[in-house]
Each structure stands twice: as C-alpha cells, then as structure tokens.
C-alpha cells in the first residue's frame, strides 16, 4: 500500500507478505491425492450436483466428468434407489457427520454398480464431501451365495415330502420355481403320452391374480403352441430375455393374458420322453443357464 506526503505525492510504498509455502504443499497434496485414489471422490453441493469429481468415478461409470456434473446426481441413481438416498442427503444436510449408504448408480453402457458412499457435509459452504467404492461383484458374490442356499434348501424340501397329492406337489414346485429362478410367474403342463398336447393344472398365485382372462384354457395342443412348445419340439430349454423382441415361434398373447416380458421354458424328461413343461417369466434380470 502506498504511503503519501503532505502535498499527496507518493513517497514510499509498503506491502505485506505471508508465507503460504505450507499452504500451496497442502493443496498439491490434496490435488494429488484426489487425482491418485483409486476410490471414486466428489464434491457436491447441496442443491444436487456435483462440483468436483476424481477421474476414478470416469472410469467407473464411464461417463465424462463433464456429463456426471451436467445434471443433478440423482438422476444418475437407479429408480428403485432414489428416495432411500435423498433420505440420505436430507441428513447430511442436517450436519449429520458421517453418512454411509449403499445405492446403484447408472453406467455409460446402460448397467448399473452398486457403489458404497461414506459422505461427510461441510453445511457452513454448503457442500458434501464424499468417497464410494464400487462393492458391485461382492454384492453379486452375496447374492449368488444367498440363492444357492434357497436352491438346496428347496431340494431338501423337496425331498421330504412324503408321496404328496398331484396338487399339493405341484403347488410345491410352482412356488419353489419362483424363488430358485426369483421370477414372478410360472406354470406347469403336463404333457400326454404322444406329446401332442399339453394339459395345465396350475398357475403360481400370482399368474392368477394378474391374469385379466375369464376362461382360462387348460388343453394346449402342441401345433398351436407359441414359444413354450419350442421347447418340446427342440427339446431343449428356451430363453427369451426380450418377449417383445420378434421371434419365429412367437404367437400373440390371448386377451388379458398376463404381460411377459422374460420367459424361460424347460422340458422335463422322463427317460427319453418329455412329461411336462415348467415355465416361469418376468425375472428382473436376463435369465441364464443357471436357472
């Protein structure tokens, strides 16, 4: 600043200097760290977009910094998961000190990670400071272990049901089809002696609550038949993991028919001959050769 005479002229000036030495390493160190970490780090502010992002949540996702802080973040988070992780933002916007939640968060390519966040909120700047840690194949791991055990369980179940009627055995697989599969809706049809038709008993009890039909058919003829008689006439199972997909077997569902959109059908063989037909459909996920 400048010092002045009586007559205002300038003769002198002075300044002030501060050593900000520590300062500048500090934010270096802080550059570099948030350059390096293998975790994904943000900032967001709490109006819902992100300010600063590490190049670790672009490889992770896939998308550009660019397009990761061009809408707000929630928009990024699966449909399923966005009230749960709003809720979380509420209380650290409450100066809650550390929040730590699980979501799944939207890929380039159209999947989904399931990511775990530890945030903490600075609410004097009003921002959100935040790590997450892409736990998607541990969660898949758990969840394969997890259907394992309900798969050999139902086996085990299976088993000890001591000569049960035709309706209670087959209420049995109805059901255990559904949770081995984690599909919504199945049947089974018994197959005649020429495998010429196919004859259905039942229905899971959700297939009968949703289907809007008043009569439903319970003899098939196999030359009619849609896409589950290819599995008889393949013999083989069929996979479809997109119903409205046009495929040769295809036939259209009768009115009121329950909407599909997976399905998977598998013979059932009895020696050389095939008895019956299971089926189940609308699984979350695309079906596969574990099912």
Same mark, same amino acid.
């Given at each position: 600043?400048? =010092?002045?005479?009586?007559?205002?002229?300038?003769?002198?000036?002075?300044?002030?200097?501060?050593?900000?030495?520590?300062?500048?390493?500090?934010?270096?160190?802080?550059?570099?760290?948030?350059?390096?970490?293998?975790?994904?780090?943000?900032?967001?502010?709490?109006?819902?977009?992100?300010?600063?992002?590490?190049?670790?949540?672009?490889?992770?996702?896939?998308?550009?910094?660019?397009?990761?802080?061009?809408?707000?973040?929630?928009?990024?988070?699966?449909?399923?998961?966005?009230?749960?992780?709003?809720?979380?933002?509420? @209380?650290?916007?409450?100066?809650?000190?550390?929040?730590?939640?699980?979501?799944?968060?939207?890929? @380039?390519?159209?999947?989904?990670?399931?990511?775990?966040?530890?945030?903490?909120?600075?609410?004097?700047?009003?921002?959100?400071?935040?790590?997450?840690?892409?736990?998607?194949?541990?969660?898949?791991?758990?969840?394969?272990?997890?259907?394992?055990?309900?798969?050999?369980?139902? =086996?085990?179940?299976?088993?000890?049901?001591?000569?049960?009627?035709?309706?209670?055995?087959?209420?049995?697989?109805?059901?255990?089809?559904?949770?081995?599969?984690?599909?919504?809706?199945?049947?089974?049809?018994?197959?005649?002696?020429?495998?010429?038709?196919?004859?259905?008993?039942?229905?899971?009890?959700?297939?009968?609550?949703?289907?809007?039909?008043?009569e439903k058919p319970l003899v098939y003829p196999l030359c009619a038949a849609?896409?589950?008689?290819?599995?008889?006439?393949?013999?083989?199972? =069929?996979?479809?993991?997109?119903?409205?997909?046009?495929?040769?077997?295809?036939?259209?569902?009768?009115?009121?028919?329950?909407?599909i959109r997976r399905f998977l059908a598998v013979p059932v063989f009895d020696?050389?001959?095939?008895?019956?037909?299971?089926?189940?459909?609308?699984?979350?996920?695309?079906?596969?050769?574990?099912?």
């Amino acid at each position: 600043f400048p =010092l002045y005479d009586t007559h205002g002229r300038i003769i002198a000036s002075a300044a002030i200097l501060r050593d900000i030495t520590e300062y500048k390493r500090a934010e270096l160190e802080i550059t570099n760290f948030f350059r390096l970490s293998v975790n994904m780090l943000c900032i967001a502010n709490l109006e819902g977009y992100f300010i600063k992002l590490n190049p670790n949540c672009e490889t992770t996702l896939g998308f550009t910094l660019e397009e990761l802080t061009a809408k707000p973040f929630i928009e990024f988070v699966h449909p399923d998961d966005r009230q749960a992780t709003i809720a979380q933002v509420r @209380k650290l916007a409450a100066n809650k000190d550390v929040v730590s939640f699980e979501n799944r968060y939207l890929c @380039k390519d159209g999947s989904y990670k399931t990511l775990l966040w530890n945030s903490t909120p600075s609410v004097e700047l009003g921002l959100i400071y935040a790590t997450a840690v892409d736990i998607t194949e541990r969660k898949q791991a758990e969840a394969k272990l997890a259907l394992d055990v309900v798969r050999t369980q139902t =086996l085990l179940d299976l088993h000890q049901i001591d000569s049960p009627p035709p309706e209670q055995l087959l209420d049995f697989v109805l059901e255990a089809s559904l949770k081995v599969t984690q599909s919504e809706l199945s049947f089974v049809g018994l197959l005649d002696e020429t495998e010429s038709e196919m004859t259905i008993h039942r229905w899971s009890n959700k297939a009968m609550a949703q289907c809007a039909t008043s009569e439903k058919p319970l003899v098939y003829p196999l030359c009619a038949a849609g896409l589950w008689g290819d599995c008889v006439r393949h013999r083989q199972p =069929l996979v479809i993991n997109n119903f409205a997909a046009p495929h040769p077997g295809k036939k259209d569902l009768p009115e009121g028919h329950v909407p599909i959109r997976r399905f998977l059908a598998v013979p059932v063989f009895d020696g050389e001959h095939i008895v019956a037909v299971a089926a189940v459909a609308n699984k979350a996920e695309p079906y596969a050769t574990s099912d």
